[in-house]
T-cell receptor, first 112, second 109 residues
Framework: DGGITQSPKYLFRKEGQNVTLSCEQN?????MYWYRQDPGQGLRLIYY???????QKGDIAEGYSVSREKKESFPLTVTSAQKNPTAFYLC???????????FGSGTRLTVV | RKEVEQDPGPFNVPEGATVAFNCTYS??????FFWYRQDCRKEPKLLMS???SGNEDGRFTAQLNRASQYISLLIRDSKLSDSATYLC??????????FGTGTRLTIIP
């Protein structure tokens, strides 16, 4: 079955460490997105990519980095520069925004 | 002004009741519209797209009013399983979707 897979489901990080969240899709979607959700709040866009080897900053890109070397993969690195990284991170993909997004099941990152 | 605004609720309604949510958007160039459902600590899932002519899927009806720039979702004969947060979503520039903060619904037995 086609889908979008995020790993790990839960991640704990010490302050000052970088950490990479995985997102893989086998839906053959061109576009991929990373969102962050804080408790009781909406989704905020971190980065997005409409095509391989190209990506754009979203509304809250500071302290994050991404790469898009393959169509199937869009990993997100949370760097030590991100001051408040504890959140629920959601990856999504889409063939066309007019058709909506498919989301992965998310990664809960906690800084300890 | 936020691009997409929703009443956060919570809406607490008895089982079997009809409940309606509204959502307003600020950009008149918005192209497509959706309602997503998000259960607690889960990812959002597409509930339905919203078309200008209005559309229905079982107990759910979505309406779009472009002149007033609002979208609505009506749930009839509500079930306990309808308890969730409902997200209003707008495609503004055909590059990315903008999400409202969601309306929380609890169906009471």
């Amino acid at each position: 079955d086609g889908g979008i897979t995020q790993s790990p489901k839960y991640l704990f990080r010490k302050e000052g460490q970088n950490v990479t969240l995985s997102c893989e899709q086998n839906l053959n979607h061109d576009a991929m997105y990373w969102y962050r959700q804080d408790p009781g709040q909406g989704l905020r866009l971190i980065y997005y990519s409409q095509i391989v080897n190209d990506f754009q900053k979203g509304d809250i890109a500071e302290g994050y980095s991404v790469s898009r070397e393959k169509k199937e993969s869009f990993p997100l690195t949370v760097t030590s520069a991100q001051k408040n990284p504890t959140a629920f991170y959601l990856c999504a993909s889409s063939p066309d925004p007019d058709r909506g997004y498919t989301f992965g099941s998310g990664t809960r990152l906690t800084v300890v | 002004r936020k691009e997409v605004e929703q009443d956060p609720g919570p809406f607490n309604v008895p089982e079997g009741a009809t409940v309606a949510f509204n959502c307003t958007y600020s950009n008149s160039a918005s192209q497509s519209f959706f309602w997503y459902r998000q259960d607690c600590r889960k990812e959002p899932k597409l509930l339905m797209s919203v078309y200008s002519s209005g559309n229905e899927d079982g107990r759910f009806t979505a309406q779009l009013n472009r002149a007033s720039q609002y979208i609505s979702l009506l749930i009839r004969d509500s079930k306990l399983s309808d308890s969730a947060t409902y997200l209003c979503v707008v495609n503004v520039l055909n590059e990315k979707l903008t999400f409202g903060t969601g309306t929380r619904l609890t169906i009471i037995p």
